[in-house]
Each structure stands twice: as structure tokens, then as C-alpha cells.
């Protein structure tokens, strides 16, 4: 049992090493003048930077991706609570094969679903421009709203509801008045996590992403794979950026949600 426990632990400092390694690397990289066969670079400079925002235009790409995560956590939140609390207070057939048929987006690669999203997409005029991105990001947030809302709801006695509606509140009414001032933790973490995946996700953005609606991380892969010449430590100073902003994301998310909240427990079905 030593011997496994050693074992494990000596894998995961090992990961722990490389992931440094490979991340520590860049950063240096980005700040480095000339660094060829050394420990370091020669000198340091933060000239990259700067040039990795003229050169790369990062100014409207942050303003196309704030854009496209704005609208993918509004949108997934207008759908995804509504149908979290369907399907956390009503009983109906099938309920648990609806509920298991939105982890497939979440579940599935989104290569496997992106290529043939995108052609529909590109065929009804969407994908090449900011709605197509959008629509495309859709895909896998509202489900995912609906995973992470459904245990908020779960937990709300229905009692209340119950009581609210004896006073004679209406259906609006006990929504807005009762359930959304409960519901705010979990709407909160749901967007921030939302937000999140679609700042992160690449494929779908990639296959549907135009000229002009090209987020962080498509602009990324872009001036690492585009013909011409240009320094490596401008790409990496682009690529320190965009794990900035990734990591102050995740640093938010972390310390507004409680990741034992994000377990989805689905009720028992009733049998009536």
C-alpha cells in the first residue's frame, strides 16, 4: 500500500513538473530577447507584448470574444433555467432518457458534432460571421446550464412554491418574486462556467468563426499555423494572454462555485 501511494504520488509531481515546465517555458519565452542554447534568454524585454497586440490585432479579437460568451451565457441562461426547472419539478415519460440526452454535447468531442453543425450552419447562411459562432456555442452551453441548474432547483423546497400560490401569487409572480432571488447562486455559477468553456472552446469556434468573429484562442491558432515569418516570442506573449485571461476566469469561477453543487442528481421518476 506504501509502495502505491509513492507510486501515485511520484506520477502526479511528475505531470505536475512537466506542466510547469511547458507552461514556465513560454512565460520566460515571452519576455526573452534571444534564447538559443541556454538556461534563459540573453536579456528581457516586454516589447513582445505589445507588438503581439499590434501585429495580431487583439483588440477587436477581446471585443469579438466578450461579445460571443455575453451572448452565449445570456442566451443559455434565458433557455436553460426554464427547461432546469421543467425538468426538476415536473414528472413526465421519459424524463431521465431527456435529462441523459443533454450530457452528449458535454460528453461527446465537439468535432464529432462540429463538422456537421457547421455545414447546416454554413448552408443556411449563419456560420461565417458572429452568429454562426454563437448558434455554435449554444450547442453545448444550454445543456450544460441544465445540468448545473437542475440540483439548484432540486433543492428549493416546493413548499415554498406552494405557499406563495396559496397567497394567490402567480406563476410570474412566484418565478421572479420567490424562485430567481434563490436561484442566483446557481445562475451566477452556471454563467460564469458557461463563460468559461466559450472563451476555451476552439473547435466549434474554429469551424463556424468568419474573418471579423475570430475569438482568443481561434486568433491563437491562427498565428501559430499562418504562412509567413514571425517571431516566436510575440505568438508566446499571445499565447501568456490568452491563459491570463483563462486563468482569472477559472480563479472567479472557483471562488463563486462550489464544485460539490455541480453534481446533478436526478430524482427518482415517479412511478404514477
Known sequence: MKTGALVVWGVVAFFFVNLLGVVGSVVVSSFGTTWFDTWLPQGATGQWYGEAWRDFGLLPVLVTTLEVSALVVGISVLIGVPASYVLARRAFPGRRALYLLF??????????????????????????????????????????VILTMTPFIEQIDPAIERAARMCGAGTRQVFVRILAPLLVPGMLAASIL?????????????????????????????????????????????AVIYTGTMLVLLVVALRLVNPTQLVARVKEEDPA
Open 103 to 144: 450530457l452528449l454535447p458535454i460528453l461527446m468531442p465537439p468535432i464529432t458534432y462540429g463538422i456537421p453543425l457547421a455545414t447546416v450552419l454554413y448552408k443556411y447562411g449563419f456560420a461565417g460571421h458572429l452568429t454562426g459562432v454563437v448558434l455554435a456555442n449554444l450547442v453545448p452551453s444550454v445543456p450544460f
Open 194 to 238: 458557461v463563460l468559461v468553456r466559450t472563451v476555451g472552446m476552439f473547435e466549434l469556434t474554429f469551424l463556424t468563426a468568419g474573418p471579423d468573429s475570430q475569438t482568443l484562442v481561434v486568433a491563437l491558432y491562427n498565428s501559430m499555423s499562418a504562412a509567413g515569418i514571425r517571431a516566436q516570442q510575440s505568438v508566446d506573449a499571445m
